[in-house]
């Protein structure tokens, strides 16, 4: 199923990036479309470029894509990366390494259509085999390639509860 179908009929809100383009707003009028509420969150330079989406059942201006990830961060229950690019990809790690680090305990998920993340999947396993990343750490991301299959992991998420590697001994790896 269609993930704006998934969270309207979940009663789940969307929060995103509060742009008029692109593959987020097509969730997001699909959310809005279904009866569910969407928040955008938009830096004043790309309303002053005409991006913003206004329709949306809340749009919050911001000064800086830092305020703006970081409202997004603090008004969301969990976080899901679709299909993307560089922002994409730097948007899930950040969040990924909050998580790591305890900043917060929300559930992170890839949304792997048609099998977008693959690569970057066998990536985070490499990781864990040359131990640069704990296993425990890359089960932070939940992947499936359905919208009702993730949101049903959503559900089911327990937050790892590790100590910090730098409140323990040094890992092996890094002696």
Known sequence: MHLGEELAGRGLRLIYGG?????????????LAEGGEVIGVIPQALVDKEVAHLGLTDLRIVGSMHERKALMADLADGFIALPGGMGTLEELC???????LGLHRKPCGLLDIAGYYDGLKRFFDHMVEERFLREEHRRLLLIAQ???ELLDQFEQFQPVQLPKWMDGPVPPAIR
């Not at 950040?94 to 998580?99: C, M």
């Open 19 to 31: 742009g008029s383009i692109g593959l987020m707003t097509v969730i997001a009028d699909r959310v």
């Open 94 to 100: 950040e969040i990924l390494t909050w998580a790591q």
């Open 146 to 148: 359905d919208a009702g």
